[in-house]
């Protein structure tokens, strides 16, 4: 059996399918990103769901593709952290840019971008998967992510500049103080994902005007730094994946217009699409 996997930092799905593409089975864990995740953790996290757990001993292949999985060191951490579980298994392990270009290619070369608890960019041939800049993480970078957007919230809210409806709204349900965030976010562990859980509240009010102007701004500002970057990006469909996209397709249609790129697919979970890619070309581990 093949399993493939599509990993953000937040949540992580599986697909586990036979030689011939059948779909077998579909399960879910907790996002693996190795710069946050030791190997216990990933072998725990896929341990305490035990009816994925149970087919470990089936799987002979594995397509895994992460946040976080970019260079040798942090594939290393994941592929052990794998091979704990799944002891009979071949295992690949690949940056999720590579899973979201693979997911939304249709036979004709594309940029494919991230949009999801992190952000990214690349372009695609349909082999080869190439990047012009890179991504500098929840601190740096992530424009237009869930994390970026996070943080845009609790900077409004704590500089008193949210409209007064949204100010009531977010006290209703959270009435987080400055000492709390600050602890959250610099002194525990995954502060991009807690930061990214704010898109609750931003989804729930996504029609609000205030929320869709500072939403399509930064997907304008993502277009320019992650896709203008590319010199041939006005001759190709950019094409988005993650929940981001999905839940503020217009803003992104929006921020298309504005910039004046060629608004492909928009994918809020990649994993469909790896597998179709998979079967179409019979990918095997060497």
Same mark, same amino acid.
Request: aromatic residues 12%; glycine residues 8%; negative net charge.
């Given at each position: ?6 990993? !953000? ?13 059948? +779909?077998? !089975?579909?399960?879910?864990?907790? !996002?693996?990103?190795?710069? $946050? ?28 593709? !992460? ?19 799944? #002891? @009979? ?100 562990? @995954? ?8 898109? #609750? $509240? ?77 079967? +179409?070309? #019979?990918?095997?581990?060497?």
């Amino acid at each position: 059996m093949i399993l493939i996997a599509d990993s !953000g930092s937040t949540k992580c799905d599986w697909a586990l399918i036979d030689e011939k593409g059948n +779909r077998l !089975g579909d399960f879910q864990t907790m !996002g693996l990103n190795p710069y $946050f995740h030791d190997e216990d953790t990933i072998e725990n996290a896929i341990l305490a769901n035990a009816d994925f757990a149970a087919h470990a001993n089936e799987v002979n292949q594995i397509f895994f593709y !992460g946040a976080g999985s970019s260079t040798i060191e942090m594939c290393t951490i994941m592929k052990n952290g794998l091979t704990r579980v799944f #002891k @009979n298994a071949d295992i690949l392990v690949d940056h999720d840019l590579v899973g979201s270009a693979m997911s939304t290619y249709d036979g004709e070369p594309c940029i494919a971008c991230i949009l999801g608890t992190g952000s990214n960019s690349c372009f695609f041939d349909g082999k080869e998967v190439h990047e012009e800049i890179p991504s500098l993480a929840y601190i740096l970078g992530d424009e237009a992510s869930g994390s970026y957007f996070g943080k845009i919230l609790l900077q409004e809210y704590f500089y008193k500049k949210l409209p007064a409806d949204l100010l009531a709204a977010f006290e209703a349900k959270y009435a987080p103080t400055k000492e709390e965030i600050i602890s959250r976010i610099y002194r525990e562990p @995954n502060a991009n994902v807690y930061l990214a859980g704010f898109m #609750k $509240f931003i989804g729930e009010h996504r029609d609000h005007p205030h929320i869709q102007n500072w939403v399509t701004k930064g997907m304008i500002h993502f277009i320019n730094i992650h896709v203008k970057c590319f010199a041939n990006w006005k001759e190709v469909p950019v094409h988005f994946v993650g929940s981001i996209g999905h839940y503020f397709e217009s803003c992104l249609q929006e921020a298309a217009a504005e910039t004046g790129i060629r608004l492909g697919r928009i994918v809020r979970k990649p994993i469909d699409g790896l597998v179709q890619y998979h079967v +179409r070309f #019979k990918l095997h581990i060497a």
